[in-house]
């Protein structure tokens, strides 16, 4: 990252309000738009046909989404799936006519697609072919300490490593992606991440949208050089340019019936603030899959690492319709233009998942995510007003137990906190009642500047160290993450 970054954050660890404006954090619920912290530019829908970035100019709508391509394992048993993939350096189109050097999973820019089964085993092997040690972490999974995507746990170039993924958690919409401490935000930025989807038979029986009308969608920022590389350096907030599935904002065909759209906030760090041109966006399940009961929703928040699928029925209009998604503060990111008509006997039932309730909490604790800085004075991410040390552990909890942590975002930006192993459910959010969309299961939540949320979860299946962090990936990069360790 420039030395302008590093400013900006070293005005958030010393309060200054030169160096870094402060502004009011995101709520979902917030009645007016509010900007990312770093300042995005107010580019609505209505603003121009094509968008620029470090002099390339492209026409808005002109790509297609592509639907991601998904993996086949390479062999079966009577419970498992067997995948080989390769982590990958690649040439990707990403801007018409241009080249862009990037980080793959398999190589391409999105990485493919894993769908996997509730119940049934996953064994996957990564050759890394690169020139950095990476690793790969599966976001939303419960999973065995030594196949988490531990920051410190990597694969050396020119090595392997195979990750088992027990999936015994419901159906859900995860997703994967590089955790290499120090390296995550830059890997994660040039391509490393996926979608992990995990298919729950006992869904089946409800008649949600599935197969060709079931699509993921990564959404994700981005700033490009005039050749076409990938500028990671500077303030986040100068990152553009929008992609939905690796393609700068494009439109996406579909039919006059309903889809079940899974969507991803891949960016390292942004809040989007979503709206269809005032379509009903039916949000049916959060990071940990299916909402008790269906959510009509105008308008969509997913801060970094968040995912939600929504169920839109674009049978209300008629063929030659085109619905704008839009971030609020960013303007478009994809139109669905409705080219045909279809047959439909999916459905959105008024009960989706029962969510039985937590046994009572043993523990609480607090947890404070900030910025300090070092003894030179140099930025640093802190939770608790520590960085992360791997030879350190934060809270040690015993196995079976269930706590309530209290996150504490003192600062004059948003952060976002994302707990590993475990969902969590949120309880309050500063006091305030919890947001109807926080009913479900969720394992990344926005913590606005100045504000706070607790959360609820409970820790077994699984002994061994994890960690806990802000999800805006330059900000764990730079330490805001600490370690727990689950003991018998």
């Given at each position: ?6 400013l ?17 954090g ?9 900007p ?36 086949r394992?390479?062999?079966?048993t009577?419970?498992t ?9 690649a ?11 990037a ?10 697609t894993?769908r ?12 890394n072919?690169?020139?950095d040690p ?8 419960h999973?065995a ?16 490593r195979?990750?088992?993924y ?11 992606h590089?955790?290499?401490h ?5 890997h ?33 920022d981005?700033?490009?050089e ?22 700068p904002?494009p439109h ?11 969507l ?20 049916i399940?959060t990071?940990?899959?299916?909402l008790?009961?269906?959510?009509h929703?105008?308008?969509l928040?997913?801060?970094?690492g968040?995912?939600?699928?929504v ?11 085109q619905?704008v ?17 279809a ?17 009572p909490?043993?523990v609480?604790r ?8 070092d003894?030179t ?6 939770v ?7 030879n ?49 299961r969720?394992?990344t ?10 959360v609820?979860?409970t ?30």
């Amino acid at each position: 990252m420039k030395r302008r970054h590093f400013l900006t954050i070293g005005g958030a660890a010393a309060g200054s309000a030169v160096l870094f404006p402060v502004t009011r954090g995101i709520l979902a619920d917030a009645e007016e738009p509010v900007p990312h912290p770093h300042g995005h530019s107010h580019l609505s829908s209505q603003q121009g046909a094509s968008l620029s970035t470090a002099g390339v100019r492209v026409d808005r709508f002109a790509a297609t989404m592509p639907l991601l391509p998904v993996l086949r394992p390479v062999s079966s048993t009577v419970d498992t799936d067997v995948y080989r993939q390769d982590i990958k350096p690649a040439d990707v189109e990403i801007m018409p006519g241009l080249s862009t050097p990037a980080l793959t999973y398999g190589g391409s820019f999105v990485g493919p697609t894993i769908r996997a089964t509730s119940g049934r085993r996953v064994l996957i092997t990564y050759r890394n072919t690169t020139t950095d040690p990476v690793n790969v972490h599966l976001h939303g999974g419960h999973v065995a300490a030594q196949h988490d995507g531990y920051p410190m746990d990597v694969i050396e170039p020119g090595g392997t490593r195979t990750y088992e993924y027990l999936n015994q958690q419901p159906g859900a919409t995860l997703w994967y992606h590089d955790h290499g401490h120090h390296l995550e935000a830059t890997h994660v930025y040039h391509g490393l991440h996926g979608f992990y989807v995990i298919d729950d038979p006992r869904e089946q029986s409800l008649r949600l949208p599935d197969g060709q009308y079931d699509v993921p969608i990564m959404l994700r920022d981005a700033l490009f050089e005039s050749t076409g590389e990938l500028f990671g350096d500077g303030d986040p907030a100068e990152r553009t340019t929008f992609l939905a599935n690796g393609k700068p904002v494009p439109h996406f065909q579909v039919a006059a019936r309903k889809y079940r759209f899974r969507l991803l906030n891949a960016a390292n760090e942004r809040i989007f603030r979503l709206g269809l041109d005032g379509a009903d966006l039916v949000q049916i399940s959060t990071d940990g899959g299916l909402l008790p009961a269906p959510l009509h929703r105008s308008e969509l928040v997913l801060s970094s690492g968040e995912r939600a699928d929504v169920v839109v029925d674009f049978a209300r209009y008629p063929v030659g319709t085109q619905l704008v998604l839009a971030d609020t503060t960013g303007g478009p990111v994809l139109r669905f233009d409705v080219v045909r008509t279809a047959a439909d006997t999916s459905r959105v039932p008024d009960r989706l998942r029962p969510l039985p309730a937590l046994p009572p909490a043993t523990v609480t604790r607090e947890v404070t995510l900030g910025f300090g800085a070092d003894s030179t004075g140099y930025p640093q991410g802190q939770v608790n007003g520590r960085p992360f040390d791997p030879n350190r552990v934060d809270f040690q909890v015993r196995h079976g137990t269930t706590e309530i942590w209290h996150v504490v975002n003192n600062d004059p930006i948003d952060h976002n906190f994302h707990l590993h192993m475990t969902q969590f459910r949120v309880l309050d959010r500063g006091g305030d009642p919890a947001l109807p969309q926080d009913a479900g299961r969720k394992d990344t939540i926005i913590v606005p500047a100045g504000r706070s949320v607790r959360v609820q979860a409970t820790f077994a299946g699984f002994l061994g160290k994890y960690v806990y962090h802000c999800h805006f990936l330059e900000h764990s990069s730079l330490g805001m993450m600490a370690q727990l360790e689950i003991v018998p």
